[in-house]
């Protein structure tokens, strides 16, 4: 049990973590963008309100009890980016402070939480094979994402400290552009993942 446990930690963290698959460090970017250290409330609901909604997903779909196409889950993935990138650009031209905590907000980030969670089920299940027990290599996995994701919020904060106060960039402008580059970024992922018909 331990054995299982100390390997998929670090394959749950390098997993979120890894640029070559970058659409997860793309989501949780494009949602903590707008935030700076002094609004670590708001990001701590939004970051926990995806992590309540990838947790259930994961498990789920682990376990086999839901089955959602991958072709489909890696879409709507994109998609997710897409969507909390024009959020957070919309936000900005609203208004110049962060955005306001409404709960929507926070039940956005937990729907979309559900569709990554299918996106890591299917690595986890790909891993797993006919592994006997999986609420360990579950668990383990899990964990890991959670370390992977906190990893990628405090770099996008520590980020946009730097640009705001190292080089003066207004955070409403550092704002705009990583929301805007995520956004381009999650269209082309959208395209090329819709005229994939080969996964």
């Not at 579950?138 to 106060?165: C, K, Y």
């Not at 955070?171 to 082309?188: C, F, P, Y």
């Amino acid at each position: 049990m331990p054995t299982d446990f100390s390997l998929f930690l670090p394959l749950g963290f390098r997993h979120i973590a890894d640029l070559r698959s970058a659409d997860h460090i793309l989501f949780v970017a494009a949602l903590t963008a707008a935030y700076a250290p002094r609004d670590w409330v708001r990001i701590a609901w939004l970051v926990t309100a995806f992590t309540v909604g990838h947790s259930v997903s994961l498990a789920l779909a682990t376990l086999d009890i839901v089955r959602v196409p991958s072709r489909a889950v890696e879409i709507a993935i994109a998609l997710t980016i897409i969507v909390t990138a024009l959020v957070a650009i919309h936000d900005q031209h609203r208004q110049s402070a962060a955005p306001p905590a409404f709960a929507n907000r926070y039940l956005a980030a937990g729907a979309f939480g559900l569709i990554h969670g299918l996106g890591f089920s299917n690595y986890l299940r790909a891993l797993l094979g006919g592994e006997g027990d999986l609420v360990v290599p579950l668990i383990a996995f899990n964990v890991g994402l959670e370390l992977g994701q906190l990893l990628i919020v405090t770099a996008v904060l520590v980020a946009g400290v730097a640009m705001e106060r190292g080089l003066r960039w207004p955070r409403r402008d550092w704002v705009l552009v990583l929301s805007g580059a995520t956004a381009g970024v999650g269209i082309t992922m959208l395209i090329t993942r819709m005229l994939d018909t080969g996964s």
